[in-house]
């Protein structure tokens, strides 16, 4: 396993392989996101309370685990850039921060979308929303300090400090509806002894919650094809690449 990922880490091995792996990735993805949307759409029951507006949990709720994830892959990658330097760890931290900020955004507005009509309000400064709110700007500084700097080696180092420093803001965001008093709802889940939802409305959301992951990993790996090739184009890898030729 070990070899494995140190010949992971070579530019060339994981053009390569993650070449190979895509076209698979992409094929479960959409089966898992077909069979997810359609038994959270169709199948699933109204739910007694909310009616058919519950069904906004199939595309809120993995948009917010993916969030949070999405966020600590960027800090570990981040960190071990910053201790081994390793260029494959720079790339795939800067390569997820554009798509962690999109699944936040995501979540953000489909919560709002869900929260007018139970709430009575677009947006309040919950405890739960504002720090999501804080999570996506992390990102997006992320993207803009990279942006900023010229030298991509000092950009990715500036990129792992700055996500690991974020990083204190995951737990905020996981226990804040149980640290304070939040209109947020409680978990009911994660509780997976005992979920406060029912097995029919589960599986399709842990279904579309795979397929969210799939696609995370699908977006993070041509965009961190597309980041090697921008910054090896004199390679004699990249050379010998037929779509460079």
Same mark, same amino acid.
């Given at each position: !396993?070990?070899?494995?990922?140190?010949?992971?880490?070579?530019?060339?091995?994981?053009?390569?392989?993650?070449?190979?792996?895509?076209?698979?990735?992409?094929?479960?993805?959409?089966?898992?996101?077909?069979?997810?949307?359609?038994?959270?759409?169709?199948?699933?029951?109204?739910?007694?309370?909310?009616?058919?507006?519950?069904?906004?949990?199939?595309?809120?709720?993995?948009?917010?685990?993916?969030?949070?994830?999405?966020?600590?892959?960027?800090?570990?990658?981040?960190?071990?850039?910053?201790?081994?330097?390793?260029?494959?760890?720079?790339?795939?931290?800067?390569?997820?921060?554009?798509?962690?900020?999109?699944?936040?955004?995501?979540?953000?507005?489909?919560?709002?979308? $869900?929260?007018?009509? !139970?709430?009575?309000? $677009?947006?309040?400064?919950?405890?739960?929303?504002?720090? @999501?709110?804080?999570?996506?700007?992390?990102?997006?500084?992320?993207?803009?300090?990279?942006?900023?700097?010229?030298?991509?080696?000092?950009?990715?180092?500036?990129?792992?400090?700055?996500?690991?420093?974020?990083?204190?803001?995951?737990?905020?965001?996981?226990?804040?509806?149980?640290?304070?008093?939040?209109?947020?709802?409680?978990?009911?889940?994660?509780?997976?002894?005992?979920?406060?939802?029912?097995?029919?409305?589960?599986?399709?959301?842990?279904?579309?919650?795979?397929?969210?992951?799939?696609?995370?990993?699908?977006?993070?790996?041509?965009?961190?094809?597309?980041?090697?090739?921008?910054?090896?184009?004199?390679?004699?890898?990249?050379?010998?690449?037929? @779509?460079?030729?």
């Amino acid at each position: !396993m070990m070899k494995f990922l140190h010949k992971l880490t070579s530019p060339p091995y994981f053009y390569h392989f993650s070449g190979r792996l895509l076209p698979w990735l992409s094929g479960l993805c959409l089966l898992l996101l077909l069979a997810g949307l359609y038994g959270g759409l169709v199948l699933a029951p109204a739910d007694y309370q909310q009616g058919d507006s519950f069904r906004i949990i199939y595309v809120h709720v993995p948009s917010a685990w993916m969030s949070l994830f999405i966020y600590i892959v960027m800090a570990v990658a981040g960190g071990v850039a910053l201790v081994w330097r390793i260029k494959l760890a720079e790339v795939i931290a800067v390569s997820s921060a554009p798509v962690g900020a999109s699944f936040t955004f995501l979540a953000l507005i489909t919560g709002s979308l $869900w929260g007018k009509p !139970m709430w009575g309000a $677009w947006w309040v400064w919950d405890a739960r929303l504002t720090s @999501e709110l804080l999570l996506l700007f992390l990102y997006l500084g992320v993207i803009a300090l990279y942006s900023a700097i010229e030298d991509k080696r000092a950009a990715a180092r500036a990129v792992g400090i700055l996500a690991l420093v974020g990083v204190v803001n995951i737990p905020i965001i996981h226990y804040s509806v149980e640290w304070w008093n939040t209109l947020h709802q409680g978990p009911t889940l994660t509780k997976f002894d005992a979920p406060s939802i029912h097995t029919s409305m589960l599986i399709p959301l842990l279904l579309m919650a795979v397929a969210f992951k799939l696609y995370y990993g699908i977006a993070v790996l041509l965009r961190a094809r597309n980041e090697l090739l921008q910054r090896e184009p004199n390679s004699g890898w990249v050379a010998e690449l037929p @779509e460079v030729k």
